[in-house]
């Protein structure tokens, strides 16, 4: 098999800070990390090529910084990775974001999979992998929790509300995992040392043929156009409890005080 997975180096959640004039996110300076949720959809990979063989490429959109997360997830056991890097990238809602990756998939075919987290912790829309699938016209399983590949058909087992669903998908197909696939494996000496020492392609906007008009801030239908930070307005009371009398004078009040707000 050959497998894609496009990935996401993220802010650590604690480190999340927005430009307020243009409404994107601040990345320099602040630790980042491979998106925890990306971290199973490599899992799953390396386990399908661990039992049909095969490659694994590993995408990612983002500065020279990100090379960073492409190397871990070769060092856990994928093959080859390339990083999208371009100041026209800048700015790319999850349309842009689709886009530019979809492109660089066209440029990667063959391929029989593409596995994407379920969702990015950064901005937490889970709407990359759906919009890569839509752009390339592929069949697609969200929320996945368990993989296998049967006569050239992947046999996804996805999550829906009150259970399960299972959908049989033709090859190539893109399928979105959640934490119930797999526990993430950590990166291995061998690994690390085969990722120190390997190469990884760079491409620009060029290089994928990308029509200019569709990437970035320009390319981005939509914005943020205000952020904030929400304030907490409201003022608790303590009761304390200290002995008997206390404690019944205390479901008094908390009475008292559910009937004023029309609770009880």
């Keep these: 098999m050959r497998i894609i997975i496009p990935i996401k180096q993220v802010p650590e959640t604690s480190n999340v800070k927005m430009d307020p004039e243009t409404g994107t996110m601040v990345r320099e300076g602040v630790e980042s990390i491979i998106n925890p949720l990306d971290l199973y959809s490599i899992e799953t990979g390396i386990r399908l090529k661990e039992k049909y063989g095969g490659e694994i490429i590993v995408v990612s959109m983002g500065p020279q910084k990100a090379e960073e997360a492409l190397k871990e997830a070769i060092a856990m056991g994928c093959d080859d990775g390339v990083l999208l890097t371009d100041r026209f990238f800048a700015g790319s809602d999850t349309f842009a974001t689709s ?73 190539p197909a893109l399928i979105t995992v959640v934490k119930e696939i797999a526990d993430p494996r950590l990166p291995t000496l061998t690994g690390k040392l085969k990722a120190k020492k390997l190469k990884i392609k760079q491409w620009t906007a060029n290089d994928i043929e990308a029509d200019p008009e569709n990437l970035g801030l320009k390319g981005s239908p939509t914005r943020v156009v205000k952020t904030f930070s929400p304030k907490v307005t409201r003022e608790g009371k303590v009761i304390e409890v200290k002995d008997e009398n206390s404690l019944n004078q205390a479901v008094d009040e908390i009475i008292e005080l559910l009937k004023e707000k029309a609770v009880i």
Excluded: H, W
């Excluded at 992947?154 to 999550?159: G, N, P, V």
């Design 99 to 171: 886009y530019t990756i979809s492109k660089a998939i066209e440029k990667l075919k063959p391929f029989d999979l593409i596995l994407c987290g379920e969702r990015a912790t950064d901005g937490d829309t889970a709407q990359v992998g759906p919009g890569i699938a839509s752009l390339l016209g592929l069949p697609l399983s969200t929320f996945t929790s368990k993989v296998q590949v049967e006569d050239g058909y992947i046999k996804a087992t996805r999550l829906i509300e009150g259970g399960y669903e299972v959908l049989n998908l033709p090859m």
